[in-house]
């Protein structure tokens, strides 16, 4: 299957060997609204979902993540939307180039709890948010042009799944 999308930061040096990492994301979608993660510390959205441990399938990581991030309880899927592939400078590897290969998937939620984030989460101010996806668009792009940054980051890509989710659900 083609990638929905594949982003390289032709400004980071591609070593022969790069690290992968797999990640799920969750499109959840109610009433024209799309749920989103919003981070205090960089005042951007992004998408729910994160890496799949060792051992770990991707229909559970992607449960875990939505109950960690959002407090799904229940959750049903709809449909498989694609993979995107990033190659890029990770922040959480301190600046080392890795490939990142994200699978997103389009969810209902009809039961939520209280959240339960991870430590790193908690840091960034991690707070789910159901917004319009034109004013996260936007946010995210204030934020990205404020921050003069010339390499590509986790919301450079999150800010173009974003615009590719809109003209998809028709947002």
Do not use: C
């Not at 991690?126 to 590509?152: G, Y």
């Amino acid at each position: 299957m083609k990638p929905l999308m594949v982003i390289t930061d032709t400004l980071v040096e591609i070593p022969p060997k790069i690290q992968t990492r797999e990640t799920v994301r969750a499109i959840i979608v109610r009433d024209g609204f799309i749920l989103l993660m919003f981070s205090k510390i960089d005042q951007m959205y992004g998408i729910p979902g994160g890496g799949i441990a060792l051992n770990e399938s991707k229909l559970d990581t992607l449960y875990r993540e939505l109950l960690e991030e959002v407090g799904a309880v229940k959750i049903k899927i709809v449909e498989y939307l694609g993979v995107t592939e990033e190659i890029r400078e990770s922040r959480s590897l301190r600046g080392k180039p890795v490939k990142i290969l994200s699978d997103y998937y389009h969810v209902e939620v009809t039961d939520f709890m209280e959240k339960s984030l991870e430590d790193h989460e908690e840091e960034m101010g991690l707070e789910p948010m159901w917004v319009d996806i034109d004013a996260a668009i936007s946010k995210n792009e204030m934020t990205l042009l404020s921050l003069k940054q010339p390499k590509i980051t986790f919301y450079y890509s999150q800010t173009a799944m974003l615009k590719y989710i809109k003209n998809r659900f028709g947002l």
